[in-house]
């Protein structure tokens, strides 16, 4: 049986399954992304923005469309699956516009003669991705690789099938050429394969700490450069004299939006003393009048998790920590009379270094409260795990928040708002996090050739 189906988790019903690749597939698809690297590393800029920015338009045209799939492949509701076809749209239409600024030639000083750097594309890419956010995290890899002129070829995640040819169709029907995005339904095994074809110049992952490392091994092996976006378990610190109000909102948002599958959701409230049982009372207040809802609902704010697998991973962390000692402040858990992969909101502290969950990755509606006595113990609890992802500080203090910025062991820090995304800023982190950025100035460096032309005349 194929790895690749449609299975809604609202319903817990398979609506559709897709054939895997044969060997046969695998070769040709490497075959075909080579063949279209030789022309298609020739093509103007402005004719490969041309192309990106129809991406761009036709993203916006079908977005209530595409957001509907995304629901019942992976059960986003629908208005954060609209969210993120727009941003789709911006990173195609960022990398359109500044191209051709962002791989110019540098210019070095030098005593004698003359020195610069060009950048040129390396060739046939592989990419991995995962399912929490099916559109989005394949832009960020295509639209700065294929505007500096490299080929792709691209592994979804199982649970997204139909995602998967509908971003081959859209971006068809934007006049990219054959064989410069390729779609390919591999088994892990096929995986491997592929990072290890002499043709194939590079490889990024986005998913787990366990598939980077597998990744990062045969990449290794085959001496293949490998860009790794992986878990998160993001502080979210809130200083004394922090807007408690709307830190309780942006925590909400940051926690539970995408129904708390991100890898850079506001995994651990970490709260001075002086203002903990305020913002504990509002968060709370506010977690228990949540609700389940349809995810195709324009309304639904928490929608089904991505699997029931996924759902009894989180419940056995939950389990696992109550087991240990932390105190449950809204109880939550799985919702065992509904078919699907329904799994209510939970707040958890008391969570301590003894537990396993203190430095998981709790990747759903899970929350845990940390007390800090003062924000230099809030670093500390924020700097004590191995992620390094991200992290987002409340305060209206400017000097305070450069401070505790400066402190954190993350790749991304954001002040007075959650954690997020936008097309023009570097995406990434450091530790177990790993390594490598996406988006921003930054994504379009990770795969090309910086060759040095000096001229010693």
Known sequence: MSDYQVTNPATGEVEATYPTATEQDIQQVIEKAENAYKDWRGVELSERSAILHKVADIYLERQDELADIIA???GKPVAQGKGEIGLVAEIYRYYADNAEKLLAPNKIDVDDGSAFVEKFPVGVLFGIMPWNYPHYQVARFVAPNAMAGNTIILKHAPQCPQTAEVIVDILRDAGLPEGVYNNIFATNEQAATIIHDSRVQGVSLTGS????????????EALKKVVLELGGSDAFIVAEDADIEQAVKNAITGRFGNTGQACNAAKRLIVVDAVHDKFVEGFTDAVKNMSLSDPLDKKTFIGPLSSKAAATNLQQQLDSAIQGGATVLVEGG???????????????????????????????????????????????????VPFGLGASIQTQDPALATEIADKLEVGMVTINAPSGSEANTPFGGVKRSGFGRELGHLGITEFLNYKLIRDMS
């Open 209 to 220: 700490e366990r598939a980077g490392a597998a990744v990062a091994k045969e990449a290794g």
């Open 72 to 74: 019942k492949e992976m």
């Open 334 to 384: 799985m919702v065992k009379d509904k078919p699907g992969a329904w799994f209510k909101p939970a707040v958890l502290t008391d969570v301590t270094e003894s537990m396993d969950v203190y430095r998981e990755e709790l990747f759903g509606p899970v929350a845990v409260i940390y007390k800090a006595k003062d924000i230099e113990q809030a670093i500390k609890i924020a700097n004590d």
